[in-house]
């Protein structure tokens, strides 16, 4: 008797014995309602070589290639379900029952299917402005209020191997500080007794005082490098990662993620993957969403960060209604009362009336003025000599006079900062559109870093992580079956629906295109 025939006969459940042969399709194990048929079902819909994927051609020499459809539904899989490493996808193509459904129980190498991610970056993101028209098309988005925001993932590259002009200033002053301290160890090895001692104190200190000559040349080489480069650090492991702040006090090595999303149901519009601050990039993802959602004019709402006077502009010129808090500046050198805020400006005069009255006017020239890590401006200067008599010049300026700067933006910044305070309400579900989906992404699924180097295959990860996103939403919003049933329905619209699909997904790729008849 064996084990399993012992254990059936307890008051156990009893399982299927491992001798039993069984005769049961693949299909049948998976359920109408399980998501891995969406994927199917989306990949299915997708021309991949109008897309640009590799892989869907079969060569007349060598060994047949694994078909790229199967390779893009195993990407979708694994990210989907949190899997996304090459080696252990490669381990799931062997145990996995849903996988073996889905890929037709192939079992590509990790290299085949690391190496597929790395050749199909434009593909990959072409697919998922796909999946965004079909988005639009099932009518799943409001396209009158948008979100923008960004977030950091961590680049492959440890803090140790990123540096700027502070930190070689540190090194060299750490290197020559222990420079001093080994030399002075050698005046003590003269007056030892023991001369043998003494040589090797001094071969020793000798070898020390070498390395670290060693490490300052390095570390110069290193400083010459990123001074060449016109950079303002330089990072060993990934060149393109920099060192971007996570808040006040902390920084982290990596991407700054950018993302544009609908406010109906949080789907994702676009995407874009940059090294700086989000300083800049609020025209640039809003046109995005408005090429996404086929619309001339937008809402959109954006923390703090974005408000440069520079982009208010560019979106008012693109119709994009801006709601953007202002950047709070006080300087603390002036009292409250007489903070740039509480001078009081006429736009039919161009004056500005300061709080004791006194009427500061201007010259007409503007100057150009720039901001650390922002582009140079305009400004106009205002003054008033009232400034050399008043009773409260001390509360307001520890110079001669007052003078008060109007830049160049400033109607279109007072105009948004205008329409912010009456629209809080508006602006308060800014969060509840935008965090949901760094949320899910960072916190529920664990991307809270990249894989990969380099912002062209950094981005290539984000599209299949913004993919999967968008899939496993619609999914909670429709079902998983109506969801099947519409994508079914696209793929059976015909060749011209799906060639319509298709053009715009080009125009949507390369904006320049135009979408034939």
Known sequence: MNRYSCLSGMNFKAGTSREQISMMSSDALISCDNPVRVIDMFVELLDLDSLGFSKTKLSKEGRAPYHAKHLLRLFYYGYINKIRSSRKLEAECVRNVELWWLIYQLTPSYHTIADFRKDNADAFKKAFK????????????????????????????????????????????????????????????????????SELKKKDVAKKLEELKDRKQYYTELKERMEKS?????????????????????????????????????????????????????????????????????????????????????????GITTIVPPIERTNKN??????????????????????????????????????????????????????????????????????????EYQDVVDENNKRTKENMLLYKIRQLIIEHIFGTVKRSWGYTYTLVKGIKNVNTEMSIIFTVYNIRRA???????????????????????????????????????????
């Open 334 to 407: 002036i009292d409250p009362a007489y903070q740039t805020s509480e001078f009081v400006y006429d736009i039919q005069q161009d004056t500005y009336t300061c709080p004791q009255g006194a009427i500061l006017t201007t010259n007409g020239d503007q100057y150009e003025k720039a901001r650390k890590g922002r582009a140079s401006y305009q400004v106009k200067k205002y003054v008033t000599d009232q400034c050399f008599s008043c009773p409260a010049k001390a509360l307001c300026t520890k110079g001669k006079r007052r003078e008060i700067e109007r830049s």
């Open 230 to 318: 016109g950079e303002k650090q330089i990072s060993l492991s990934d060149p393109q990662s920099r060192s971007l702040p996570l808040n006040d006090v902390v920084t982290e090595v990596s991407f700054n993620i950018q993302a544009v999303v609908d406010s109906k149901h949080s789907l994702v519009l676009d995407l874009d993957t940059i090294n700086t601050t989000d300083q800049g990039q609020l025209c640039n993802m809003s046109l995005k969403a408005m090429e996404a959602l086929e619309v001339k004019e937008i809402t959109v709402l954006a923390d703090k960060g974005y408000n440069t006077g520079k982009d208010l502009q560019d979106c008012k010129e693109a």
């Open 475 to 517: 999914m909670s919003i429709l079902g998983v079956k109506e969801l099947i049933t519409r994508l079914k329905a696209k793929k059976s619209a015909g060749k011209a629906q799906k060639q319509g699909i298709l053009k715009y997904c080009m125009h949507y790729c390369n904006p320049g295109t135009a979408i034939a008849a």
């Open 130 to 197: 796909v999946f965004v028209a079909f988005l639009r098309g099932e009518e799943l988005f409001d396209g009158k209020v948008i979100a923008v925001d960004g977030t950091k993932i961590r680049a492959q590259n440890n803090k140790k191997n990123n540096f700027n002009e502070a930190k070689f200033a540190r090194s060299q002053e750490y290197i020559d500080s222990k420079v001093e301290e080994y030399i002075m160890e050698l005046d003590p090895c003269d007056a030892l007794e023991d001369k043998q001692a």
